[in-house]
């Protein structure tokens, strides 16, 4: 079962690639190790499956013990999703794979602003947005993007304080 829920972490672990997939006899003693399960039906996967397996293989073999045991811990976590759930958070996962590098880093950036404020900063905003309909997100989205736009300040994150927001009456 361990084994199982190691091979399904691995293929979340990683990215597509664009590196021609690894025939089984070119993977790494470690790697065939990690992948044992799937040896008798290596050549059966499509070439896309094989290399994210052998990618994510190298990638569980550099991870710490402190960091495999994060690794499961969030494949279980991601197990116990409902499917709808796990299928919404697989598209944005692709959609966030679309995006260009700086594009990617600003919204990594802009997680970290979020993750940075106090819980109750991030229950505000959040509920907020929940109560705003499509419309208003969509011109608040706009406005965003225009004070990016106007104010090199607004972009990527940088290494501005917080300032405590009021919540609106």
């Known amino acids: 079962m361990m084994i199982r829920k190691l091979m399904i972490a691995l293929t979340l672990l990683v990215g597509v690639s664009?590196?021609?997939?690894?025939?089984w006899g070119t993977l790494s003693a470690e790697q065939?190790?990690?992948?044992?399960n799937y040896q008798s039906r290596w050549s059966q996967l499509n070439p896309t499956q094989r290399q994210r397996l052998?990618?994510?293989?190298?990638?569980?073999?550099?991870?710490?013990?402190?960091?495999?045991?994060?690794?499961?811990?969030?494949?279980?976590?991601?197990?116990?999703?409902?499917?709808?759930q796990r299928q919404a958070l697989t598209r944005r996962m692709e959609q966030f794979r679309q995006l260009s590098p700086e594009q990617q880093k600003q919204m990594r950036n802009r997680?970290?602003?979020?993750?940075n404020l106090s819980p109750e900063q991030r229950q505000s905003l959040r509920s907020r947005f929940q109560e705003m309909s499509p419309e208003q997100r969509r011109r608040a989205f706009d406005r965003m993007r225009s004070?990016?736009?106007?104010?090199?300040?607004?972009?990527?994150?940088?290494?501005?304080?917080?300032?405590?927001?009021?919540p609106r009456q």
């Open 111 to 115: 997680l970290q602003r979020f993750k």
């Open 147 to 166: 004070q990016r736009q106007q104010n090199p300040a607004f972009r990527g994150g940088g290494n501005r304080q917080q300032r405590p927001r009021q």
């Open 54 to 84: 052998a990618d994510g293989s190298q990638r569980w073999l550099s991870l710490d013990a402190e960091q495999r045991q994060t690794t499961l811990q969030r494949f279980q976590r991601w197990q116990e999703l409902p499917e709808p």
């Open 32 to 36: 065939q190790r990690v992948l044992a």
């Open 18 to 23: 664009t590196v021609q997939a690894a025939d």
